[in-house]
């Protein structure tokens, strides 16, 4: 949902490029002020506190002003298309989104009974949108490519499409996203920070957001025909939500070849005629969500080549989601070591950013050239050491292959494996010992050591995983 906009003097020049930069503003559960004033102040308070913007970036010193201190939690400067990593305030549209996230975060599970004496299934979830636990989970994914971006723009073209009523005979579209590639690799969670960052951008058209996780295996009766009647009456249950205008509606169908792969089965003549009615139900449930403009339907996959074609052949987005690369690696371990520091586990120390490391990979680790403060270089050379070797962990990572649920438990297996967390803060502090309490008492050691400790914990997952093969 990133544009920009180009335009053109009379002399034939260009004028420089104006981006649509998001500015995403949490307010607290006690907030009373009308949302058009919060935007305001924080408009004032961008335009006069700032000549550059970092993207993506969380603004501080908003609350001295008393009323955003009294209403707001947070805000953040969204990522953008534009490649720069800053602006000047001269190329930048600010679109301001307020939004005041569930407190309770409950999700309703939706029974959806097959009739007459038979059995009540557990169809779906609904969870009432933006959440709270779902705060930072956008931030967290990391890719290689620009997949959330990409994901992002396509719901904002398909808006303006419905917005100008194009003829769907001329063109189509279905609203249908599906990611698919290897297990672990953050498609449901891709999912659920897509619905939640949606809720938020479209808060100024829709009063109300709502994610609905169908329970691809309940949807299987144990009662022969019954499946195909279950797939209907949850879609229109789920058409019943979509009639409110004012509420955007995401459906989530996970691993989904558990429903489309049910032709192929037909085919080979297992459970022919129930098989065939699930797929059917649900192509043609899809095909009556496609003319309403404020639902989406995304699916995952972790055997694309399972998925009945009729249904890939609707996916306007087919995106393929794939072990992260070195660099994506890199960047979820430092998220995940930074996060330590932050509570207080890991000692106080900066984690040099991915951009930094490979500048100084390609041009040589740690150069004296420019540091003549002897604290400065000790600083400078820390962080060398550092970047290194998470760089060199990032890669090793790679060459096992190893998925970004796998890689956001390697600080915890590291902590638990080979870190003495059974040795108290007080014994600790009088220890010469590298670890030290911190501040709240808490656990904390030193980077060096968690470092060496992933290392291990690697090497021991491949030894492992050696035996299995």
């Known amino acids: 949902m990133d544009t920009h906009i180009l335009t053109e003097h009379k002399n034939g020049f260009n004028e420089p490029v104006i981006w649509t930069v998001h500015v995403e503003v949490r ?10 004033i919060i935007q305001g102040l924080v408009r004032d308070y ?29 805000i953040a400067i969204s990522e953008s298309s534009c490649p720069s990593s800053s602006l000047p305030l ?13 407190e309770n975060d409950t999700v309703e599970e939706y029974a959806n009974g097959s009739g007459d004496g038979g059995e009540d299934v557990l169809a779906a979830s609904v969870c ?11 931030e967290g994914l990391i890719y290689a490519d620009n997949i959330k971006l990409k994901l992002l723009d396509y719901i904002h073209a ?13 063109v189509s579209w279905n609203r249908v996203v599906l990611l698919h590639g290897p297990p672990g690799t953050g498609k449901t969670s891709l999912c659920r920070a897509l619905s939640q960052k949606l809720s938020i951008r479209l808060s100024h058209r829709y009063t109300q957001a709502r994610l609905l996780e169908i329970n691809s295996h309940s949807l299987f009766s144990r009662w022969f025909s019954e499946s195909g009647k279950l797939v209907q009456r949850l879609f229109n249950s789920i ?92 960047e979820i371990l430092r998220s995940s070591l930074c996060e330590f520091v932050l509570k207080g586990i890991l000692q106080e120390v900066s984690v040099p950013p991915l951009e930094d490391v490979l500048y100084m990979e390609k041009n040589g680790w740690y ?67 590298p670890n030290a309490p911190s501040p709240n008492g808490a656990f904390r050691t030193d980077i060096n050591a968690w470092l060496d400790a992933m290392k291990k914990v690697v090497d021991d997952r491949a030894s492992e995983h050696g035996k299995l093969a």
């Not at 970092?54 to 201190?69: C, E, I, N, Q, V």
């Open 367 to 433: 150069s004296k050239t420019c540091l003549s403060d002897k604290v400065m270089d000790t600083s400078y050379a820390q962080q060398d050491k550092i970047g290194k070797t998470l760089l060199e962990l990032a890669t090793k990572c790679r060459e096992q292959g190893l998925s970004g649920r796998a890689l956001r438990r390697l600080p915890v297996l590291a902590l638990a494996g080979y870190i003495g967390v059974g040795v108290s803060a007080s014994s600790i502090a009088s220890s010469p010992s």
């Open 128 to 138: 009432e949108l933006p959440c709270r636990s779902w705060e930072g989970l956008w």
């Open 90 to 102: 001269s190329e930048i549209s600010l679109q301001i989104h307020t939004y005041q996230p569930s």
């Open 46 to 74: 961008i335009t006069s506190s700032y000549e550059r913007l970092s993207l993506p970036s969380l603004l501080k010193g908003w609350d001295a002003d008393s009323t955003l201190a009294s209403s707001v939690e947070r």
């Open 239 to 330: 058409m019943e939500m979509v009639e409110d205008e004012d509420s955007f509606v995401i459906v989530l169908i996970d691993e989904v070849e558990s429903l489309t792969a049910a032709r192929a089965g037909a085919m080979a003549g297992t459970e022919p005629s129930d098989g065939l009615r699930v797929v059917n139900a649900l192509l043609t449930q899809l095909d009556k969500l496609k003319h309403r403009k404020n639902v989406l339907v995304m699916s995952t996959s972790n055997l694309a080549k399972a998925i009945d074609s009729a249904f890939v052949d609707r996916a306007d987005i087919i995106q393929y989601v794939d072990l992260p690369p070195r660099e994506a690696i890199y």
């Open 27 to 36: 307010l607290s559960s006690k907030a009373r002020r009308r949302m058009d």
């Open 158 to 170: 398909t808006l303006v499409l419905s917005d100008a009523n194009v003829d769907f005979n001329l």
